[in-house]
T-cell receptor, first 115, second 113 residues
């Protein structure tokens, strides 16, 4: 597709379950970012991939959160033992290359609700 | 650590009028970029305008312009001739050496017909 695609659009899960959120970046984009946006807040950085490797995972809140990008394209954010506090919109963005000026293109996010 | 502050949770503007959204930031870096993003109800963040810290000239994109005051660490967005389609959340963002965006808490803009 032409833009960043995130699936599912919405996900409701029970506390304690495992979830996977998928991001399909724009074709050819080497940089990929995950952000978390809680209600009424701005997006908060989680992790940044350059190619297949996580260049910066300093924003992951704890070891229940993990992300992969095995072939340097699609990325999956994985959350184990979900908690109600994990409820948020998870945004993915990609850019052609890393850089201060390079525009990052965002997907429409996955709204995760933990009940 | 860098921070971005948006002190206006909500702003209203009459259609065709001008509105200014405020943003301040804090950083010790000298090379960075500042951005304004728009987030409509669809949740997708859309780039409105960007400014390089080294450029003294304020960026302009059609009806959108910024007032960048580097010494004051201020970066406000001016929207001229406001349109109903401008209604959205607006986020100010900083991007420095780590390449990740640091966002403010946002300003909800309402456009009144």
């Amino acid at each position: 597709g032409a833009g960043v695609s995130q699936t599912p659009s919405n996900k409701v899960t029970e506390k304690g379950k495992y979830v996977e959120l998928r991001c399909d970046p724009i074709s050819g984009h080497t940089a990929l970012y995950w952000y978390r946006q809680s209600l009424g807040q701005g997006p908060e950085f989680l992790i940044y991939f350059q190619g297949t490797g996580a260049a910066d995972d300093s924003g992951l809140p704890n070891d229940r959160f993990f992300a992969v990008r095995p072939e340097g394209s699609v990325s999956t954010l994985k959350i184990q033992r979900t908690e109600r506090g994990d409820s948020a919109v998870y945004l993915c963005a990609s850019s052609p290359e890393p850089g201060r000026n390079t525009e990052a293109f965002f997907g429409q996010g996955t709204r995760l609700t933990v009940v | 650590a860098q921070t971005v502050t948006q002190s206006q949770p909500e702003m209203s503007v009459q259609e065709a009028e001008t509105v200014t959204l405020s943003c301040t930031y804090d950083t010790s870096e000298s090379d960075y970029y500042l951005f304004w993003y728009k987030q409509p109800p669809s949740r997708q963040m859309i780039l409105v305008i960007r400014q390089e810290a080294y450029k003294q000239q304020n960026a302009t994109e059609n009806r959108f312009s910024v007032n960048f005051q580097k010494a004051a660490k201020s970066f406000s967005l001016k929207i001229s001739d406001s349109q109903l389609g401008d209604a959205a959340m607006y986020f100010c963002a900083y991007r420095g050496g780590t390449y990740k965006y640091i966002f403010g808490t946002g300003t909800r803009l309402k456009v009144l017909a």
